[in-house]
């Protein structure tokens, strides 16, 4: 299988190699002495280390690829990528200095860009004509496989000539038999990182505590500071989410822009209801404060857990068999 240079690169069709020892041994990519395929994944620090621990169970070997600081410490990660086992870079994001694209490219690597969410909202909407703009368009074009982690953000590349195959990042899907709990308050779960509330759809959410001071709010990533002190509201600040999950019955989620958002996986894996500003399997679709709250309307007057969300979950972003698709890819891109 080969891949042209270019933006439209693209694996097809998933090649049907699942082991080294079913794989043609001059196609292959280099394996180390443990049997593993080495490769580079910068450390993203949400997913990098459920990627490394999910891959190493499929014989992928995860090396951080960290990134230069200053020209000096950009020739010595040159020297190191240049002299290293891996031949596969596998970036978690496409927004980053197009030189950290076009480096691998011509030291021989196979060059992997995985867009997430907030970079594909950056590069299709930059598109003033600058030297970094056209270095970038050029580092599009060497890069041999180009993944996106939520259809609609494939769809939105297509507006810059990037034809992106859809393949989400493994998500964490552990959980507890606590974490299911369908509990009796009615309680909304909401992610509103500091910072960045208006694009979580922060004056939806303080309208929607306004209106339904019944309904009880838990807001996690913000301390609070300057947002509405209402009495049905908690600023959670920075928590683990397992402490939170068997309190609420509804994960809301009202974001400008999104990928494939790791936490609406995590809440219909528990059986949760969702409210996202996306049309998704199992979720109800909300860009308004009306639609919002006709959605949680429809979701206490029903009081129901999501019971068929929790199994399609489970099956369809099953980290086991999401780890052998990246090995696939990883198969197919060295040959």
């Not at 190493?56 to 600081?69: H, Y």
């Not at 997430?116 to 590069?123: N, P, R």
């Amino acid at each position: 299988m080969r891949f042209k240079n270019n933006m439209d690169a693209k694996l097809e069709p998933e090649s049907e190699c699942v082991s080294s020892s079913t794989c043609n041994s001059d196609a292959a990519p280099d394996i180390d002495g443990g049997g593993k395929i080495p490769v580079y994944i910068n450390p993203e620090p949400i997913f990098f280390d459920i990627l490394r621990t999910k891959l190493n169970k499929v014989d992928i070997d995860v090396q951080e690829l960290a990134f230069p600081k200053g020209k000096i410490d950009l020739l010595r990660w040159a020297w190191k990528l240049g002299t290293s086992k891996p031949k596969i870079v596998h970036y978690l994001g496409g927004y980053h200095h197009p030189i950290i694209y076009i480096i691998p490219k011509f030291l021989g690597k196979r060059v992997i860009v995985h867009w997430m969410g907030t970079d594909v909202l950056y590069a299709t909407s930059n598109k003033a004509v600058t030297p970094t703009y056209l270095l970038r368009r050029f580092a599009y074009r060497v890069v041999d496989l180009h993944l996106a982690d939520f259809e609609p953000l494939a769809d939105e590349l297509k507006s810059i000539g990037i034809n992106a195959r859809v393949v989400p990042l493994i998500p964490d899907m552990a959980l507890s038999p606590e974490d299911t709990t369908w509990p009796s308050e009615n309680a909304i779960l909401v992610y509103l990182p500091e910072g960045r509330e208006e694009f979580y759809g922060g004056s939806v959410v303080f309208g929607l505590a306004q209106e339904l001071p019944h309904l009880r709010f838990l807001i996690v990533a913000n301390s609070g500071k300057g947002m509405p002190q209402l009495a049905n509201i908690e600023f959670l600040g920075w928590v683990n989410l397992s402490t939170v999950w068997k309190r609420v019955k509804v994960y809301l989620r009202l974001t400008k822009h999104d990928g494939q958002a790791k936490m609406v996986l995590e809440a219909l894996a528990r059986g949760k209801q969702v409210i996202w500003s996306y049309k998704y399997p199992f979720c109800h679709q909300a860009r308004t404060i009306e639609q919002a709250r006709d959605a949680l309307k429809d979701i206490l007057d029903n009081n129901q857990p999501n019971t068929q969300a929790m199994d399609w979950a489970q099956r369809t972003f099953d980290p086991s068999k999401m780890a052998q698709t990246y090995r696939n890819i990883y198969l197919g891109i060295s040959r």
